[in-house]
């Protein structure tokens, strides 16, 4: 007997929550949008600052990457944007101000390449 009673008032209470259950806020992660060209800004060797001649990180809006040939596919986890191909995989941290900082052993030990992206172009003032 006591089963039928908790079954009807379950069936009672069925439709209520069909109708409120849509309507529960959830909360979605946040996407960031890093797609863009980014040009170096600063170059460490050692620590020590060095001129920054390196060709433009460029991140496409289809999770496609270039830099210097290297091209490949991208994905951001968190502060982080994950860059590999079919043999390498890096990360880079996201920093404030629109700058992604990669940090790599090359020839000369450590390395890390400061890239920015410039939101306005310099000296366009229209919005197409």
Same mark, same amino acid.
């Given at each position: 007997?006591?089963?039928? *009673?908790?079954?009807?008032?379950?069936? *009672?209470?069925?439709?209520?929550?069909?109708?409120?259950? %849509?309507?529960? %806020?959830?909360?979605?992660?946040?996407?960031?949008?890093?797609?863009? *060209?980014?040009?170096?800004?600063?170059?460490?060797?050692?620590?020590?600052?060095? %001129?920054?001649?390196?060709? %433009?990180?460029?991140?496409?809006?289809?999770?496609?990457?270039?830099?210097?040939?290297?091209?490949?596919?991208?994905?951001?986890?968190?502060?982080?944007?994950?860059?590999?191909?079919?043999?390498?995989?890096? *990360?880079?941290?996201?920093?404030?101000?629109?700058?992604?900082?990669?940090?790599?052993?090359?020839?000369?030990?450590?390395?890390?390449?400061?890239?920015?992206?410039?939101?306005?172009?310099?000296?366009?003032?229209?919005?197409?």
């Amino acid at each position: 007997m006591g089963y039928v *009673r908790v079954a009807r008032i379950l069936v *009672r209470f069925l439709p209520l929550a069909a109708v409120l259950f %849509p309507l529960n %806020p959830t909360s979605q992660a946040q996407t960031i949008d890093v797609s863009g *060209r980014y040009e170096c800004t600063q170059a460490k060797v050692h620590g020590k600052e060095t %001129p920054c001649k390196a060709a %433009p990180l460029i991140l496409k809006n289809d999770g496609r990457f270039e830099l210097r040939g290297w091209e490949g596919s991208y994905l951001v986890n968190g502060g982080w944007v994950e860059l590999s191909d079919s043999l390498i995989k890096t *990360r880079a941290r996201i920093e404030p101000g629109h700058k992604i900082v990669l940090r790599y052993y090359g020839k000369h030990g450590l390395v890390q390449m400061t890239f920015e992206r410039r939101v306005a172009e310099l000296g366009k003032t229209a919005l197409s």
